[in-house]
């Protein structure tokens, strides 16, 4: 299938794309919100200002897709590999990102408020200047991360890897750090 063949199917109310291939795809801002993505090929996708909300994306292969100023509100990205995805900008609150491979993918300034990151791979990954207030985040890797600028107030970041993570004028107000691993190897109590 062809994102020709995806538009017209969208349009005529299909939402079921299940493990489609479209890998290099051009979907800039693409309005395709619902549409069930589980398990898709989606490798280097152009999805930069896309619509996708309440999409279903778990299981996804998102490497190194483009995903700048996209509108993922209440997205399910379960298991999705997004490693080296580029997210600046991307309304993510809300989303299920839990067991999720984000290991360098650049999220700087998106919007993660309220979103489920559990046990996530975040390592190397941009989360400068990200708002994060109230997310959840237990036994997600933040190693290396950079969290500079980022707002974590009220989040829930218990048993979180942040080795060597970058924590300059992050907002960590009420956020909740039992049994995390803080930048200096100590384990927060």
């Not at 060597?164 to 039992?178: G, I, K, Q, V």
Request: overall charge negative; glycine content about 10%.
């Amino acid at each position: 299938m062809n994102t020709q063949e995806l538009f017209t199917k969208y349009a005529r109310g299909e939402r079921s794309f299940n493990g489609i291939k479209l890998p290099s795809a051009n979907l800039r801002g693409a309005n395709l919100g619902g549409i069930d993505f589980a398990r898709a090929d989606l490798r280097d996708a152009d999805l930069t200002g896309a619509s996708l909300t309440g999409a279903n994306l778990s299981k996804a292969d998102l490497r190194g897709t483009k995903l700048e100023n996209a509108h993922l509100s209440e997205v399910i990205l379960c298991g999705a590999n997004l490693t080296q995805a580029i997210l600046t900008n991307t309304h993510l609150n809300e989303s299920d990102l839990s067991g999720a491979l984000l290991a360098g993918a650049d999220l700087s300034d998106a919007n993660l408020h309220q979103a489920s990151i559990t046990a996530a791979n975040l390592q190397g990954a941009n989360l400068s200047g990200a708002k994060m207030g109230g997310v959840r985040m237990w036994k997600a890797d933040l190693q290396g991360a950079n969290l500079t600028g980022a707002d974590l107030s009220e989040a829930n970041m218990c048993e979180v890897n942040l080795t060597r993570a970058n924590l300059n004028a992050t907002d960590m107000s009420e956020t909740f750090l039992t049994g995390a691993i803080m930048p200096d190897g100590s384990i927060h109590s």
